[in-house]
């Protein structure tokens, strides 16, 4: 079977060619250059033994090396609301802030100040002169009304005598008023309840209701669309079983809807019962209270002197109210006019919208700027991604969310695959793969390599293969290192098809049980000791 290639592993393989062809196959050394054997199980290492590590056989993976270039998708424009002249520039770039944090400071044209400062203090000046005329209102009506309150009680003292008998008989008509404004709010709560529970249940039917509509309708559809007889059988049968449940379920809920409505038609009629009773003993009260004022000379000359006590207390009331009204009108408005002030004055403090690193910053004290100037950018070091162009094949067998190997430092880091465009650039016949990097500090347009995995389910890999970082490519063959007791051993191999990072072997003295030397195939001499980390 025909296997997929890869240019980047055979564009390597050509320059390893390249820069070895002018030299000869690397001879071994002499004797007495070679260090003294010594295996993983001696109790003293050899000080010249190199660590090398070996390729498993059954474990083989491929991958490709490529170069990226570190983007950002969130870099944040920081620019000022308002104009005015920067009194204080707070950052430098490079700089981390904070979500909040000030950056800079506007105040006014030459070191005048600023029109949002003037405004807020002469806000703040009216708040606080509305304040004191406030709290001056409320005292002054409250004194009034305490005044008016005074002369009421006097007057209820006077006529307190001749009302004791009268009270008992007003107990009972509060006590009565009670009632019936009990039995009113039970009799209204009884019946919004009752009208919300027949709603519900009346919901639920017909949703049950649409729903067998809906099933009816799947099932004409399937019936429609089913291949054979057997097929429409047993979609009539699950149908069938199914509208039955939906139409015992509805039969059910109608059932209670009844019972429901029945209930509620009962206790709504008794409370209006119970209601015509209280109202008619409540009329028979106020029959008796009527009679019993007209009897002890109640009934409108002896309560003058309260009822006159009592609109004058009404009349300071209407007039405190409305003068209170009006300070806590004049002080809502100094409040709300003070907010307004103190939000444009915090137009002059520019903050940080997010957290990041500061970047771009061109702002200096002096400088006028207005909302058309962008002052600094700010990066987000959680959001770098490593972008990286992929041709289309080897794209094909990459997977979102394996781990590539970004080399950062003198290490590779495991990093996930973010995202793998679904088509290739128009000019560079490349697909855009988004590697995230590890939330530490980069730049942007920064150079990085990284090593993306390839599916191993979907390349076509059969015969022998072994990682093409291991062949070392000389003028007239080609060889490997392996490990045979203790010390490195060069073999010769026949290459043939590149996979990826691996490399077919066709020929040459290398058994697919040999340990091959990896990681340090390129150091490692002929008979020199080795150590396998």
């Known amino acids: 079977m025909t296997l997929k290639k890869t240019i980047f592993p055979l564009l390597a393989l050509i320059m390893t060619f390249f820069v070895a062809g002018c030299g000869t196959t690397p001879e071994a050394p002499a004797e007495d250059e070679q260090t003294t054997e010594v295996t993983q199980e001696a ?36 620019a000022p609301i308002t104009t005015g002249q920067l009194t204080s520039v707070n950052v430098q770039d490079g700089e981390d802030v904070k979500a909040g944090e000030i950056l800079f400071v506007l105040g006014g044209n030459n070191g005048s100040k600023h029109p949002f400062i003037t405004q807020y203090e002469s806000a703040l000046a009216n708040y606080n002169a509305a304040v004191t005329g406030y709290n001056t209102s409320v005292k002054s009506s409250q004194v009034q009304v305490d005044s008016a309150a005074l002369q009421l009680q006097s007057a209820e003292h006077q006529a307190e ?28 709560e009884t019946q919004m ?6 709603a519900n249940l009346q919901e639920s039917i017909d949703d049950l209701k649409d729903d067998l509509k809906e099933l009816t309708l799947d099932f004409d559809e399937l019936i429609d669309n089913a291949p054979d007889e057997m097929t429409e059988a047993a979609l009539e049968d699950e ?56 009897r002890l000379g109640l009934d409108g000359n002896t309560t003058d002197q309260v009822k006159l006590a009592q609109q004058g207390l009404e009349a300071a009331k209407v007039q405190s109210s409305a ?19 103190a939000d444009q004055q915090k137009m002059l403090l520019v903050k940080a919208p997010v957290d990041g690193k500061i970047d771009s910053l061109s702002a200096a004290v002096g400088q006028a700027v207005s909302p058309q100037n962008v002052l600094a950018r700010i990066v987000n070091s959680n959001t770098f991604v490593l972008e990286v162009g992929v041709d289309i094949e080897n794209a094909e067998n990459l997977v979102v ?65 072994i990682p ?66």
């Open 161 to 188: 005598a001749a009302i004791i008998d009268y009270q008992s008989l007003g107990e009972s008509v509060e006590t009565s008023k009670d009632g019936l404004a009990l039995l009113r709010t039970n009799l209204s």
């Open 43 to 78: 109790s003293t290492v050899d000080e010249d033994a190199l660590s090398v590590t070996v390729f498993e056989p059954g474990k083989t993976s491929s991958s490709i090396e490529l170069l990226g270039q570190v983007t950002n998708e969130a870099n944040i424009s920081v």
């Open 468 to 533: 093409l970082d291991s062949v070392i490519i000389g003028s007239q063959e080609q060889f490997v290192y392996i490990v045979e007791n203790g010390k490195a051993k060069q073999v010769t191999v026949e290459l043939g098809d590149i996979n990826g990072s691996l490399v077919q072997i066709v020929g040459g003295e290398l058994k697919e049980s040999d340990q091959l030397i990896v990681d340090g195939a390129k150091e490692v001499k002929e008979g020199q000791t080795v150590i396998i980390s």
């Open 239 to 294: 149908f069938e079983t199914a509208s039955d449940a939906l139409e015992a379920q509805i039969e059910q809920l109608e059932d209670q809807y009844d019972a429901l409505e029945s209930g509620a038609l009962l206790s709504e009629n008794q409370l209006i019962a119970q209601l015509n009773q209280a109202e008619s003993q409540n009329h028979s009260l106020y029959t008796t209270i009527d009679s019993t004022a007209a």
């Open 401 to 465: 969310g394996d781990m590539a190997k970004v080399e950062i430092g003198d290490k590779f880091m495991d990093s996930p695959i973010l995202s793998i465009a679904p088509s290739a650039g128009a000019q560079s016949r490349l697909v855009n793969v988004r590697v995230r990097l590890p939330k530490i500090g980069f730049r942007e347009n920064q150079s990085l390599r990284v090593q993306l995995p390839l599916n191993t389910d979907s390349l076509e890999v059969h015969g022998f293969y």
């Open 193 to 198: 309840k009752n009208e919300r529970d027949l």
């Open 323 to 341: 003068a209170v009204t009006q300070a806590k009108t004049q002080l809502d408005l100094a409040e709300l006019n003070l907010e307004m002030a």
